[in-house]
Antibody, heavy 118, light 110 residues
Framework: EVQLVESGGGLVQPGGSLRLSCAAS????????MHWVRQAPGKGLEYVSA????????YYANSVKGRFTISRDNFKNTLYLQMGSLRAEDMAVYYC???????????WGQGTMVTVSS | QSVLTQPPSVSGAPGQRVTISCTGS?????????VHWYQQLPGTAPKLLMY???NRPSGVPDRFSGSKSGTSASLAITGLQAEDEADYYC??????????FGGGTKLTVL
């Protein structure tokens, strides 16, 4: 079964750090561009970051640039999002998704919640 | 403020037809970038519903259809069913080198 499973969410204080993981299975992970999309409570989807198949190219939304780092380990079939200098506005469910940059995201994980609060 | 504009809500009775619009600009939909649609049932992750304006992934009923006109796209749902009650999001790509989403539309089945 093609699947993405996120983990690593939790409660963190403002200014703190957190690393999210997204474990892929059922497909050739190294062949796909991967993405992070977040959804604040009661809000819509917000695009966060993307990484190319070999990790050589990355993209960040302005809202997270300089604070978040996306990476991947194609041997472990895992996508990561290192989040730093967290703010209240970063509080959201974070989804990983599979798909081309200019294309549809055909597989999504179930999401992991990040709560930023003191 | 989303780059792609969707109505916050639409509603319809079972069996009826509803449409959800997604309005962009010359830097995204008007530039020729495809529009994709996602369905998000309450408490779940988004699910791909339509790609490339009018293509349905396997398993999506043909009650769902998509179209494009100029700088806008539309999702139509015919034969509305209670299980269609969800949030719907459009997605495209923008010449500013970013994936963009619409603000989402909540569909209520009366």
């Amino acid at each position: 079964e093609v699947q993405l499973v996120e983990s690593g969410g939790g409660l963190v204080q403002p200014g703190g750090s957190l690393r999210l993981s997204c474990a892929a299975s059922g497909f050739t992970f190294s062949s796909y561009t991967m993405h992070w999309v977040r959804q604040a409570p009661g809000k819509g989807l917000e695009y966060v970051s993307a990484i190319s198949t070999n990790g050589g190219s990355t993209y960040y939304a302005n809202s997270v640039k300089g604070r978040f780092t996306i990476s991947r380990d194609n041997f472990k079939n895992t996508l990561y999002l290192q989040m730093g200098s967290l703010r209240a506005e970063d509080m959201a469910v974070y989804y990983c998704a599979r798909g081309p940059v200019i294309g549809a995201f055909d597989i999504w994980g179930q999401g992991t919640m990040v709560t930023v609060s003191s | 403020q989303s780059v792609l504009t969707q109505p916050p809500s639409v509603s319809g009775a079972p069996g009826q037809r509803v449409t959800i619009s997604c309005t962009g600009s010359s830097s995204n939909i008007g530039a020729g970038y495809d529009v994709h649609w996602y369905q998000q049932l309450p408490g779940t992750a988004p699910k791909l519903l339509m790609y490339g304006y009018s293509n349905r992934p396997s398993g999506v009923p043909d009650r769902f259809s998509g179209s494009k006109s100029g700088t806008s796209a539309s999702l139509a749902i015919t034969g509305l069913q209670a299980e269609d009650e969800a949030d719907y999001y459009c997605q495209s790509y923008d010449s500013s080198l970013s994936v963009v989403f619409g603000g989402g539309t909540k569909l209520t089945v009366l």
